[in-house]
């Protein structure tokens, strides 16, 4: 893969980042995009090397962005990343662990595409183990924060594999978050989810579900509805 992914407005360097550019991020990053409501304030909680960050600077021109990433590899990219954007003045790098920012900030927006590998074998690799796993973040504590940081009319996005869903909506309800939106994700049309999208607020209503397949039974000859999604970003669709 490139070290310079491309974007229709945007570029991202990630030479050297823990991890590249993948899927689940920029599926979020346009999921949450579709946003209708006025936003003025974003965060994105382990922006990594940025994209999900400049997916909302480039979706909502009116409104701040900051991004919190404590892997300092993966900031020092993302902040060269914001700079050579179009957005520069409109998006802040915050190189510190969430356990430890402490905004005075409410946020319309708050987006996370959270470590998830729990149980899974250590690599001895320290940036890319922080990285992939819930060593210094994982959706509860990205659900804490956004139960003390959410505007009143304020969304949490985030991405998680499929088998999260009941922890996540059960862990929400006792801390006074409710799930909106949930978008199971499948890989190709016959294929079990393996990932949700799921918008959570702080206001209690019915739930939609829905669901988007990623690819067809070929490799790289992605669905309609993951075109139109990402449509607005990806220089190909």
Same mark, same amino acid.
């Given at each position: ?19 590249? +550019?993948?899927?689940?991020?920029? =599926?979020?990053?346009?999921?949450? !995009?579709?946003?209708? /409501? %006025?936003?003025?304030?974003? $965060? ?10 400049? +997916?909302?600077?480039?979706?909502? =021109?009116?409104?701040?962005?900051? !991004?919190?990433?404590? /892997? %300092?590899?993966?900031?020092? $990219? ?160």
């Amino acid at each position: 893969m490139s070290d310079i992914f491309k974007f229709k407005q945007f570029s991202i360097n990630q030479q050297n980042a823990p991890f590249k +550019i993948g899927t689940d991020g920029v =599926l979020l990053g346009c999921w949450a !995009a579709k946003n209708t /409501n %006025k936003v003025n304030t974003i $965060l994105d909680i382990g922006t990594g090397t940025g994209v999900i960050a400049l +997916i909302m600077a480039q979706r909502f =021109l009116n409104a701040k962005v900051s !991004a919190v990433e404590i /892997n %300092k590899t993966a900031a020092n $990219l993302a902040k060269n990343n914001f700079n050579q954007s179009l957005w520069a003045n409109r998006i802040q790098l915050i190189e510190s662990s969430l356990q430890d920012f402490r905004p005075s900030t409410r946020y319309d927006i708050i987006v996370s595409n959270p470590p998830y590998f729990v149980n899974s074998a250590i690599s001895g690799d320290r940036s890319k183990d922080t990285a992939r796993h819930t060593l210094k973040l994982d959706f509860k504590a990205v659900l804490h924060f956004a139960s003390n940081q959410l505007s009143p009319v304020g969304t949490l996005y985030l991405v998680l594999p499929f088998s999260s869903k009941e922890e996540i909506i059960k862990k929400a309800s006792e801390l006074g978050l409710f799930p909106n939106r949930i978008c199971e994700v499948l890989p190709t049309p016959h294929a079990s989810p393996k990932r949700i999208l799921i918008s959570i607020t702080n206001e209690k209503s019915i739930t939609s579900f829905s669901s988007l397949i990623v690819e067809q039974n070929v490799r790289h000859q992605y669905s309609n509805d993951y075109k139109e999604l990402t449509k607005e970003y990806y220089i190909n669709f």
